[in-house]
């Protein structure tokens, strides 16, 4: 009798730890780790159009000078040392902003897949990579607006740091985004920060009107949980920075800035 109750112990025993170890390996992963938004997974494009930093040599053709496209301008130095770096050709560009943790490479490829669980040289990662929505284009920065997305992760590292907007005083003592593109190095000013549902889409990148840009960029301006000067015009730039929001599943924070032109550029 005795026997069959020790035994009985010893596998409630090994049950009670397996179910443990379950729990804590849970536990574990979901503190380290808060998914981008699920609707930033779209369609895949069947191959991302990068232009050739180096063009051919053309074939000479006299009288025909005058229609000669230029070569494309060289690559930043800096794009230039991260793809050594990472030996990772799909980094386009790096964000900044100054005074948090925000500070990463921006890779692209033609999905919105695979960088939510990879890191810059390709290993599986819970904690991702920053990346580019698939259907912009930093080389030529055209887009009405142009998409990054980065995990919200618990350890303060990615896009953890833009929940912190939410505070009046980290908002207005954050006022710009720093942007290396494959050719330029540009600055965004924010003008909203807000947290909002699934239920609202900001994931457009190109409208098909002037109007319905400018209608939505005063959507994004009225959303925000703070007012700022920021006059906005149907022919600006906007670059929209998107993490899930660690209240709920299908709640995003959402930081908006506007591309400061060259006239306007100021000692940052």
Same mark, same amino acid.
Request: proline letters at 4%; one cysteine or more.
């Given at each position: 009798?005795?026997?069959?109750?020790?035994?009985?112990?010893?596998?409630?025993?090994?049950?009670?730890?397996?179910?443990?170890?379950?729990?804590?390996?849970?536990?574990?992963?979901?503190?380290?780790?808060?998914?981008?938004?699920?609707?930033?997974?779209?369609?895949?494009?069947?191959?991302?159009?990068?232009?050739?930093?180096?063009?051919?040599?053309?074939?000479?053709?006299?009288?025909?000078?005058?229609?000669?496209?230029?070569?494309?301008?060289?690559?930043?130095?800096?794009?230039?040392?991260?793809?050594?770096?990472?030996?990772?050709?799909?980094?386009?560009?790096?964000?900044?902003?100054?005074?948090?943790?925000?500070?990463?490479?921006?890779?692209?490829?033609?999905?919105?897949?695979?960088? #939510? $669980?990879?890191?810059?040289?390709?290993? %599986?990662?819970?904690?991702? =990579?920053? @990346?580019?929505?698939?259907?912009?284009?930093? /080389?030529?920065?055209?887009?009405?607006?142009?998409?990054?997305?980065?995990?919200?992760?618990?350890?303060?590292?990615?896009?953890?740091?833009?929940?912190?907007?939410?505070?009046?005083?980290?908002?207005?003592?954050?006022?710009?985004?720093? #942007? $290396?593109?494959?050719?330029?190095?540009? %600055?965004?000013?924010?003008? =909203?920060? @807000?947290?909002?549902?699934?239920?609202?889409? /900001?994931?457009?990148?190109?409208?098909?009107?002037?109007?319905?840009?400018?209608?939505?960029?005063?959507?994004?301006?009225?959303?925000?949980?703070?007012?700022?000067?920021?006059?906005?015009?149907?022919?600006?730039?906007?670059?929209?920075?998107?993490?899930?929001?660690?209240?709920?599943?299908?709640?995003?924070?959402?930081?908006?800035?506007?591309?400061?032109?060259?006239?306007?550029?100021?000692?940052?």
């Amino acid at each position: 009798m005795q026997e069959k109750l020790r035994s009985f112990v010893r596998w409630l025993c090994i049950f009670l730890c397996l179910i443990s170890a379950i729990v804590f390996a849970y536990l574990f992963y979901d503190s380290v780790r808060v998914d981008v938004p699920n609707e930033a997974i779209r369609e895949p494009v069947e191959e991302l159009y990068i232009p050739q930093v180096i063009a051919e040599e053309p074939q000479k053709d006299e009288g025909a000078e005058e229609d000669e496209e230029p070569p494309p301008p060289e690559l930043m130095p800096r794009i230039v040392e991260l793809r050594a770096l990472y030996d990772n050709p799909d980094i386009v560009g790096f964000i900044e902003i100054t005074g948090t943790n925000v500070s990463y490479p921006v890779v692209q490829t033609g999905n919105n897949v695979f960088y #939510l $669980y990879h890191d810059l040289q390709w290993n %599986v990662s819970s904690a991702g =990579s920053i @990346f580019l929505d698939y259907e912009n284009n930093l /080389y030529e920065l055209a887009d009405d607006n142009t998409i990054i997305y980065g995990h919200n992760m618990r350890n303060g590292s990615k896009f953890h740091n833009i929940r912190f907007f939410h505070q009046e005083e980290f908002f207005r003592s954050h006022t710009y985004i720093s #942007l $290396y593109t494959p050719y330029r190095e540009t %600055v965004w000013d924010i003008f =909203s920060f @807000f947290h909002t549902t699934i239920d609202f889409c /900001y994931l457009t990148t190109n409208f098909q009107s002037r109007d319905a840009f400018y209608e939505f960029l005063l959507e994004l301006q009225s959303r925000s949980h703070f007012t700022t000067d920021a006059v906005l015009s149907e022919d600006d730039q906007i670059l929209i920075l998107s993490t899930c929001a660690a209240i709920g599943g299908d709640n995003r924070y959402v930081l908006v800035a506007r591309l400061r032109h060259e006239a306007e550029k100021q000692q940052v």
